[in-house]
């Protein structure tokens, strides 16, 4: 019987993909310029994360009413992140439903690559699956579900064409370069940024790593694949609790007392 998404969701080793889906994500300035202008996220990445990993558990695994109050959240929070077209920027609408499907896209294709690297191939009934089931992902905002390719080949179709139009411009190297070299934040977080720079270029398509000027050699080829052969082996062994952690900590984290979604980021308030 195939795999679904709620199958394999909450596998917590998908966070390694962070740092590629936000790359990939700000490397389209219609979605670049809107976080550099209204997120200081590369100030508290951790808040980020945590507002988007809230936002995914609660579409897959979440009430009805916790997901009602992080929909009515996220689109408080991207009420003002529009801006006209003009000398300095392209403009953007957080919106628009070609940005969203661009975001959605990045957070399925990640996930389905770490996915793969650690657990192996998917079977098709399962990718199949997962595939469609992702479109929740976009429409439990404004995403229409029409703009989601119909199948796996249309999704290829379309990620091969938006790769060849990806280049990093100043404002999404700018925000690289913050996010991935953090000058404050938790000591453990900085301390294992030389990890997450290594595996984030590693999954990287390699146009893009070289657009945001990663490091990459022989060595550091060899240091990834090592790293994920060693996740390979040493991950799905892990009792499920710790595997699912993150899913219950960002899930345990929401309340009814959520309400507004902020810079990034999900306010809880009394």
């Keep these: ?9 909450a596998e917590g080793v998908l966070l390694a993909g962070a740092g590629r889906a936000i790359l990939m ?5 219609a979605v670049g310029h809107g976080v550099a202008e209204h997120s200081n996220f590369a100030e508290r990445p951790l808040d980020r994360l945590r507002a988007t990993m809230t936002y995914v558990y609660t579409v897959v695994y979440g009430s009805e009413g916790q997901l009602a109050a992080v929909r009515r959240a996220v689109n408080r929070g991207h009420a003002p992140v529009r801006r006209t077209a003009d000398e300095k920027s392209q403009g953007y609408n957080a919106f628009d439903p070609h940005s969203q499907l661009w975001v959605v896209a990045t957070l399925y294709d990640t996930a389905v690559t770490v996915y ?29 579900a029409e703009l989601w390719p119909a199948d ?17 411009d100043a404002v999404a190297l700018k925000v690289a ?15 294992s940024m030389p ?75 009394p």
């Design 152 to 168: 796996r080949q249309a999704f290829a179709r379309y990620w091969d064409a938006s790769l060849q139009n990806l280049a990093p």
């Design 25 to 29: 994500q700000i490397a389209n300035p």
């Design 195 to 269: 990890l997450v720079r290594l595996i984030t270029a590693g999954l990287l398509p390699e146009g893009l790593r070289e657009g945001f000027g990663l490091p990459w050699s022989s060595r550091r080829r060899r240091s990834f694949e090592g790293t994920m052969r060693l996740l390979a082996v040493a991950y799905p062994r892990l009792p499920e609790k710790v595997r699912h952690w993150p899913k219950n900590y960002y899930l345990g984290q929401l309340g009814p007392g959520v309400s507004a979604f902020s810079h990034g980021e999900i306010d809880h308030r």
């Design 1 to 9: 019987m195939a795999r679904g998404l709620a199958d394999i969701g």
């Design 116 to 144: 793969e690297k650690v657990h192996g191939a998917l079977d098709d009934d399962t990718a199949d699956r997962i595939y469609r089931e992702y479109a929740g992902i976009g429409t439990a905002l404004q995403l229409p």
């Design 177 to 191: 370069r913050e996010l991935l070299y953090p000058a404050s934040g938790p000591f453990l977080m900085r301390l």
